[in-house]
């Protein structure tokens, strides 16, 4: 049988994974320097703790793992009789691969409450999976990079996350705008137009404005039974333009009669004050279209789009007011941010950016004569790696051809060789494998020039 993956999954060779690790390590590396420490949590969780919480799209993307052994028979047989794909389905499974990692870690800080200090700031690396039908920049396997803090009200917080965002992305070499709106706004505007408890029809609506366009949205808002009058208030929300502080005057002008609405102004101009006082290099966007799907997010919201390549949303996040509410520990606030690893990757390389970083991790091959010569390069191998300096050396004494073409083709930028001769004074030959270039020296001007 023809070995093959399973749609929406991928393998990632070597040479892939070391362009992914820069972007971890980059992403990491700025969580750090903010006091974000580490955290992991299993792929799998109950579905009680998965359903529910990422609203009625999320909730279909889910995948479920099907039950072993005799809970197999105590299926829904009933449902299954009457066509219930749904609730036969749920019967069949009591875990799911993450969604997400923002859900699985309000379990986690719920179940070790008493072990965390407040404000708790994590971050977390890990594969996630969803049910998607598999297209150019959406996988059904794929990696998140999270910040969350939770224990803490503080717009300080959120004016941090924006900060992550700018230097992660100058760190990264990528121009992106930066968007931001708040939920209470939307909550708002659904109360104008008199649908407040139709919000969530709204904003899953809104939601689809880059994918669907204007008549899309408003032909599933008339689906989802969104009066027309509503819906054309709505459109003037939508289709409103302006700078940063022409949107939030228009704004404060349209929610004035909205208690709910005028809150997430006030919020959202107090986060944009924090950030004037920031010397930020990527564009921030006041963008009042921006919804996100998910339902658990109730104040500032983010999403972050590439300049220069046309694709999804690279990174998003928001706050959620009760999300560990769910699991019993009620009044612990939260927000957090998420960069999509998968969709940054496929930027950098479209955008060719890898090309001048200097990630191969093999920095030097030692050429394998063999007999006294290969104990003698084995010898001098050790001496470099202590340095800190990449080596390896070519296992077998093969041909010189097959060796330089093994340098070659891992993209290794010297060579050295120890032959009789280099044996003999003591010293080493070192080839530039760009330039052609050989010279022969000492092995402490090696660990110069190699370290330099």
């Not at 929300?237 to 009669?257: H, I, R, V, Y």
């Not at 944009?272 to 998910?294: S, V």
Request: charged residues 25%; neutral net charge; proline residues 2%.
């Amino acid at each position: 049988m023809k070995p093959a993956l399973p749609k929406g999954m991928r393998d990632f060779g070597p040479e892939i994974m070391l362009k992914r690790n820069y972007i971890i390590e980059t992403i990491k590396r700025v969580f750090e320097n903010f006091g974000y420490q580490p955290l992991q949590t299993p792929a799998m969780e109950k579905l009680t703790t998965l359903t529910g919480k990422y609203g009625e799209e999320g909730d279909k993307l889910l995948f479920k793992v099907l039950n072993q052994g005799q809970k197999v028979l105590k299926a829904d047989h009933k449902a299954f009789e009457e066509k219930n794909a749904v609730r036969f389905a749920n019967s069949l499974a009591e875990r799911g691969l993450r969604y997400d990692l923002t859900i699985p870690f309000a379990r986690f800080v719920v179940m070790n409450q008493s072990q965390i200090t407040f404000p708790f700031k994590r971050y977390q690396v890990q594969a996630v999976w969803r049910g998607d039908r598999p297209q150019k920049g959406r996988y059904r396997e794929f990696y998140q990079c999270d910040a969350d803090v939770v224990g803490s009200n503080s717009l300080l917080n959120e004016a941090e996350l924006t900060q992550i965002f700018d230097m992660v992305y100058n760190g990264l070499g990528l121009n992106v705008t930066i968007k931001i709106n708040n939920r209470k706004i939307l909550a708002g505007m659904a109360e104008v137009v008199n649908c407040a408890d139709q919000l969530t029809s709204i904003t899953i609506a809104i939601d689809k404005l880059d994918k669907i366009g204007l008549d899309g949205v408003v032909k599933e808002l008339g689906e989802r039974g969104i009066p027309e009058a509503a819906i054309e208030t709505i459109k003037t929300f939508l289709t409103a333009q302006g700078d940063n502080a022409g949107m939030m005057a228009l704004l404060k002008e349209k929610l004035a009669n909205s208690e709910i609405g005028m809150k997430g102004v006030e919020e959202l101009e107090t986060l944009m004050n924090y950030l004037n006082t920031l010397d930020l290099k990527q564009t921030i966007e006041l963008d009042i279209t921006l919804a996100r799907g998910l339902d658990y997010y109730t104040g500032t919201i983010f999403e972050v789009k590439a300049n220069d390549f046309q694709i999804g949303s690279i990174s998003a996040g928001g706050r959620y007011d009760d999300l560990t509410g769910t699991f019993g520990l009620k009044g612990v606030s939260g927000v957090g941010i998420s960069f999509g690893l998968d969709r940054i990757y496929d930027v950098m390389e479209g955008l060719g950016l890898f090309q001048s970083l200097a990630i191969n991790t093999t920095k030097v091959l030692f050429i394998n004569f063999g007999g006294d010569n290969q104990a003698y390069a084995f010898q001098q191998l050790q001496t470099l790696r202590k340095a800190g300096i990449a080596a390896e050396i070519y296992p077998d004494a093969a041909k010189m051809k097959k060796q330089m073409k093994y340098a070659n083709a891992k993209k290794i930028p010297w060579v050295i060789f120890t032959g009789d001769a280099e044996i003999e004074s003591g010293n080493l030959k070192i080839k530039n494998m760009e330039t052609g270039e050989q010279e022969e020296m000492s092995i402490e001007a090696m660990l110069s020039k190699l370290s330099g």
